[in-house]
């Protein structure tokens, strides 16, 4: 119970990770039609009937593999309104038609305004740094589109409601970090999920104190809109964010 | 009687010049992270290289656990065992499930600069001796089957740069019960 303890803190001083032991990516299977391709030579021990081979414990065999953050459903333990974000990648080298093949990530807060990989700070005082929730990496299809499954985002301080996007191409070298931001007004998505209906939600902030996008130090030089984008939806369907964003490639 | 129980730490670091599959897999594909996640910290002054992104922008600290999660596919492919920590017989089966990721250098243009290190932390293991520049250590807390006198079977571990000690702790078949 105390080395528990001791390795415990230690742990949690020194910020380690753990690895999850969820995957079993280097199993190697070998199957009948496999082994049909050999040279023959072998010691005759092996079976000509149609059976599937001896499963091995897998050994060093390194397989590339997608890093982490490579996931459409970005919720992990995050509850809230259901979310569903759409984001369309055009090309303004090539006549703002569709971008494939384009890396995006994206990020925002949860039903309360905390971001994940962050806290300690003034700004955010509940630790998450060792979480990775609310963050997810995807590329785009044939049409320029990514979609992401989330929940919709609280709001904190100084700050309107709004997703955090960095878009790459292919290669992974940087195009265009932006953020999107939400329509306005009584009857919309933000004012809805932050009323006495997102309370069930476990919204509970409400709308005092909200920072409008005409008052956001990111939004308010925004005089065309073209960083808000479309919400449609309702509390109990959950909503859909779609929105295009144009980038030089 | 035994030493104690120990959990040893491992360094192993990732540079240009990748020894192994495994080791060009972690390297192309953390410098790709770095070079993604670096556009974040240096839109102002255009800097490229980590230091000194880190020294205009102290939030570039973040770097070290953002592209850490690049590494870490590869990091479950180990399944549990810590790479190139060998007895002296040459296997590898020191069990692990904590690490450390740390970005040494990088360069957002420059794949030369570019240098991690993973520290893997073993599980706990008793610690039955030291000789020859060797640890002699069984897997495991073995303090109880010492004490009744049960043979254990252990491994001789070669000392070197890349391995020291994470923490040390009593044995639990000295503890007053």
Known sequence: MERKHFLKNSLTALGLVTVAPLMNACKKTVTSSDSGSGSGS??????????????????????????????????????????????????????????????????????????????????????????????????????GLVTFTSIFPGWYQSRATHIHVHVYNASGTSLLITQIAFPEGSSSAVATVNGSGGTAYGYTKGMTGYTYNAADSVFSDDNTGAEIAAVTGSLTDGYVLTQTINVAA | MTKGIIRFSFQKTISEQPVTLWDKYVFDATWMEYRMQAANFNQKTKDTLFTNILAHEPRAAQLHQMVSTAALGYIRQLEGIIPELLTVHGKALIPFKNFQFNIVQSDMIDSRQHKVDITFISEPLTLIDTFNHHFLIAIGDKSREWVDGKEILTELIPQSGALGIYSVQAADGYKPS
């Open chain 1, 42 to 143: 072998g010691s005759g021990g092996g079976s000509s009937s149609c059976t599937v081979g001896p499963t091995e414990t897998a050994g060093p065999f390194p397989t590339i593999t997608p890093s982490s953050l490579v996931r459409s459903d970005i919720r992990l333990d995050r509850t809230g309104v259901a979310f569903t974000i759409k984001i369309y990648i055009k090309n303004t080298n090539n006549s703002c038609s569709a971008l494939s093949g384009a890396i995006v990530d994206i990020w925002h807060c949860d039903k309360d305004g905390y971001y994940s990989e962050y806290g300690g700070t003034s700004m955010q005082t509940v630790d998450y740094t060792a979480v990775h929730f609310l963050r997810g990496r995807q590329t785009t299809d044939s049409n």
